[in-house]
Structure formats: structure tokens, C-alpha cells
């Protein structure tokens, strides 16, 4: 069910994506023809650098760079994925794509001799590809970082095939040029595995690696026939601590159909860590338990290619601390901090999140109080620009009445700021942990009772959950909603029973004061 859900979820993006690309607009690229002459190759290479539509020279935003070998071959699937990715949020948005093809001299290749190791008598140019990689390190890579704003420490690596292979042998020979190597059907066949000799050496010794490694091929007899599976088999038993490494296979796929998929997966795990929301995502953020009763944390971000930790005993997380779930089961019986860090190779994508779990008796309900009607609760709404909540036992309200199902606070903008108080009583119709719910609003608080519940736990973007136990009955609830001009729109109020669906407070569950 949850693949269907994630496959459909895809397909939405994709359709969406398509839908805002107009064939003008798929095609309108930022795409500079360049070249450099390299003294190391004794001759002149073709680039072509692929800036974001919206890039601006003398910007001080700083740039991920793509680096493509085989550029007259894979550059335009590059720009398409990259594209659908950064819409979909599943890779950084505004990537520099630089673009490297092939030299062709007499209708001679030389990606022959540029991306292969060693000399075979089978190829007569074969064996230059130490010095093609002193050209990207020495040459390519810094004209690229003298040209343009980028991030030096995030550069990406891709390769198919024989280009494959040299992003493998780059990745053994300067396993820190590149922050990831992207792999699709690498050549590991070639000269009798040379390179999964080189390996069986190089591993053992690689320090300092804090990046990502991605192999792609077909299922089958090819995963032997193309090499990969004795290097998977090298990695599994030598690969340094640090690398973040996968050797994905795809049944039924050809050599080219392989490319599709493995561009694909191989840029989202080349980003692993990269949190599709932005934020760390755990319900809830913060609360109050009883010590000895069990409660649930459910983590709302998707898990593909997360490295979401947690520790329960104030140590900050590492990569070997227990891995966060879906849904998590905690009991503790004192006052706890969870702390959830999100890893990733590319430091600026690591965030850690502290939930804060503090210890109490199960909140006491009171007695349906008398006079009271279900429907909503009372409001009243008074216009002025404040920073904080207002005494608003010194004001008069412009507007008040019942909050009943049509309320909507958003309605009562006006040209200034405004601030909104609802009070009444809340149902809760069995006993349990509650966890109350609310979006971006750092300036708004809800009460449950005399205990703040919302207003003080707001994460920009991902909003703020609070978990109280409850009793069966009536709790005295209040909602300050405080609006400042030009500020985002004010956010309701959702809760559920822990472990059970979100929904908002309905009407019914709300009660106020007959006039």
C-alpha cells in the first residue's frame, strides 16, 4: 500500500510538472558554450555550462555543480531529470550543469583513451584516464569555481558506461574530489577487472571520506558480466567508514533503459539527506507524559534516502545511534529530550531536532459546565498592531459572536494587524495521550486548561505539535490568534489521539457560554 501511495504521489508530481512546462519553457535553457585549452591533455576541450533560468552574474548565492562525462549523450536526460527532481523538491533547487563531451579526432572516440585506466593491445588509444583526471582537477574544475559562484565541497560526478567506469576510477584515485560519484552501468569489465583489483587496495586506505557512491546496472547475469558484482561484493567487506555507498539492480532493463532509472535514483540518493520538507517532522515535537505510560512519535517525513538517528540520553546523535521509524514507541519515566538529527554527506543538509518530553499526572477534566451549547466557541476580534498579545480586558471588541463551522479567523483581516480570542470548552471523548496540532504561526497560543499547549514550540516551516494526557470530559480551551500585517495567514487547529488519524476540532467538540 505504501508503494502505490509513493508511486502515485510520483505521478501527481510528474503530471503537475509537465502540466507548468511548456514545451517553450522545457526547452529554455541557460546554456553557455565555452572551452578551455588544457595543458595537461595538449589540447582544446569543448563545455557547455547549464546556469538555472534565474541565475544572475555577481550573485552571492553559492551553487551545487553537476559534472557529465559523455556530454553529447547525456546532458539533455540530465536537464530533463534535474528538472522534474527540483520541482518535486527531491534535490536542491538552482544546480550549475557543466557538460563535458567527448573528443573526436578522424571519427576516433577518445572517450576510449580519456575514461579508461589501463592500456589493452584491443584499444589503441586506451590507458589516459590518470590524465583526464588530473584535467578535471586541475583544470576543468577550478575554471568552473573561478567562473562561476559555486559550492567547492558539492560537486557531483556522473558517468554511464565507460564514463561510468572513470567516475569509479576517479572516485578510488581522489575519493574527496567530488562530494558524490554517480555510477550507471560502469564498465568493470575492463582488462580483466583492473579496477576491482585497484580497489581491494585503495579502500583499505581511504581516509577522510564523508560522501556518496552510487553503482547502477541490470539484474542478472549482466551484474556479473559488467564487473559490479565483485565490486559490490569489495565494498561490502572494504568499504571506508564514511562512505555512504549503493549497488542498485534493475531487472529487465537494457544497457540504454538502464540510464533512465539510475540518473534518477542515483541524484536522489547522490542527496541523501536531503529532506523533501526541509525539516525534521516528528509528532509530536514536544509534550507532557506520564511517566511508565507508552506513547507514540510518528516521524512524517518520507524515508527514501534518509539517515534520520535519534538518542534518548542527551548524546547527540551519529550514523551508529538507533534509527528513527515511521512510528516510534517510547516509555520513559522521567523527564526526557529526544534528539533526531537527519544526516547527510552535504553538512548543510544535517539537522537535528530536540523534542522535549517532560513528566506530569494526566490533566484533570472538569464537569460539563452548565449554560454551555456545542457548535463552537465564542469570539472576539479587536484591530490593532501588536507585537504581543494584547490586555484585551482593556479593549472593545470590533466584532464578536460564535466561532460555529463556517468561522474562518483568516476572514477577519483587515488593513492593520488584528488579534482574535476564542474561548469556551473542549469534549474529549475518551481518555489518552492528545496531541494538538499547528501550523507556521509563531505569534498564536492555545490553551488547554491553564497549561500552554501551542506558541512556544514553533519550527519555521514545519509548525509545532504538543502532547498532553487527558481525561475523559471538559477542559477549559482558549486561542489567541495574533496577526501582524504582511504576516502569513493564521493557521487552525488540529488534534488527534495519539497513534490515530489527524483531524481538525470540529464544531461539536466545542463549547461556549449561552448569552
Not at 510538472?17 to 529554455?28: D, E, G, I, R, Y
Not at 538517528?309 to 516509555?331: C, D, G, H, M
Amino acid at each position: 500500500m505504501k508503494n502505490l501511495i509513493f508511486f502515485l504521489y510520483n505521478l501527481v508530481l510528474l503530471i503537475c510538472f509537465l502540466l507548468h512546462s511548456s514545451p517553450v519553457k522545457a526547452q529554455k535553457t541557460n546554456t553557455l558554450q565555452d572551452s578551455l585549452y588544457s595543458s595537461i591533455l595538449k589540447e582544446t576541450r569543448k563545455i557547455q555550462v547549464i546556469l538555472p533560468e534565474n541565475y544572475k552574474a555577481g550573485t552571492s548565492e553559492k551553487y551545487d555543480v553537476l559534472y557529465i562525462l559523455d556530454g553529447e549523450w547525456n546532458t539533455a536526460l540530465a536537464i530533463q531529470l534535474y528538472g522534474f527532481m527540483e520541482y518535486a523538491r527531491y534535490i536542491p533547487k538552482n544546480m550549475i550543469l557543466v557538460s563535458v563531451p567527448n573528443l573526436y579526432r578522424k571519427d576516433l572516440n577518445l572517450r576510449d583513451r580519456d575514461f579508461t585506466p589501463s592500456s589493452v593491445k584491443e584499444g589503441p588509444v586506451s590507458g589516459g584516464a590518470a590524465k583526464f583526471l588530473a584535467f578535471l582537477k586541475n583544470e576543468l574544475i577550478p575554471y568552473i569555481n573561478n567562473s562561476f559562484p559555486t559550492k567547492k565541497e558539492n560537486n557531483t560526478l556522473y558517468g554511464t558506461s565507460l564514463g561510468g567506469m572513470f567516475a569509479v576510477y576517479a572516485f578510488l584515485q581522489e575519493p574527496t574530489l567530488f562530494k558524490s560519484y554517480l555510477t550507471v552501468e560502469p564498465s568493470l569489465w575492463w582488462d580483466k577487472g583492473y579496477l576491482n583489483k585497484l580497489a581491494e587496495t585503495k579502500l583499505t586506505t581511504m581516509t577522510g571520506v564523508n560522501n556518496t557512491l552510487w553503482l547502477s546496472v541490470r539484474d542478472g547475469k549482466d551484474y556479473h558480466g559488467m564487473g559490479v558484482a565483485a565490486f559490490d561484493s569489495i565494498l561490502q567487506k572494504k568499504a571506508p567508514s564514511g562512505l555512504i555507498w549503493q549497488v542498485a539492480r534493475y531487472p529487465d532493463e537494457t544497457h540504454f533503459s538502464t540510464i533512465w532509472k539510475g540518473v534518477y535514483d542515483g541524484l536522489r540518493f547522490s542527496y541523501t539527506g536531503h529532506l523533501h520538507e526541509g525539516n525534521i517532522l516528528l509528532k509530536p515535537m514536544n509534550g507532557l507524559i506520564v511517566p511508565g505510560k507508552p506513547f507514540i512519535v510518528e516521524c512524517d517525513n518520507f524515508f527514501t534516502n534518509t539517515l534520520l538517528r535519534y538518542t534518548t540520553n542527551a548524546q547527540e546523535p551519529t550514523l551508529t545511534s538507533i534509527a528513527l521509524k515511521k512510528v516510534n514507541n517510547f516509555n520513559f519515566s522521567e523527564p526526557t529530550t529526544l534528539i533526531v538529527t537527519s544526516f547527510s554527506p552535504r553538512d548543510e543538509y544535517t539537522k537535528t531536532l530536540h523534542a522535549n518530553f517532560k513528566t506530569s499526572a494526566v490533566l484533570p477534566a472538569v464537569s460539563k459546565p452548565k449554560a454551555v451549547q456545542a457548535g463552537g466557541l465564542r469570539y472576539a476580534y479587536y484591530i490593532g498592531d501588536w507585537e504581543k498579545w494584547p490586555d484585551v480586558k482593556k479593549l472593545r471588541p470590533i466584532q464578536s459572536g460564535k466561532a460555529g463551522k463556517d468561522f474562518n479567523v483568516n476572514k477577519l483581516q483587515s488593513q492593520s494587524g488584528f488579534a482574535c480570542l476564542l474561548e469556551g470548552f473542549l469534549e474529549v471523548p475518551e481518555a489518552g495521550y492528545y496531541i494538538f496540532q499547528m501550523g507556521d504561526d509563531s505569534s498564536s497560543k492555545v490553551y488547554v486548561g491553564k497549561h500552554l499547549v501551542l506558541g512556544n514550540y514553533n519550527v519555521p516551516g514545519a509548525g509545532q505539535s504538543y502532547m498532553v494526557p487527558l481525561e475523559k470530559g471538559f477542559y477549559p480551551i482558549r486561542i489567541e490568534y495574533l496577526y501582524k500585517l504582511g504576516g502569513n495567514q493564521l493557521s487552525p487547529i488540529w488534534w488527534k489521539p495519539a497513534g490515530k488519524e489527524d483531524s481538525p476540532i470540529l464544531p461539536e467538540q466545542l463549547y461556549s457560554r449561552l448569552k
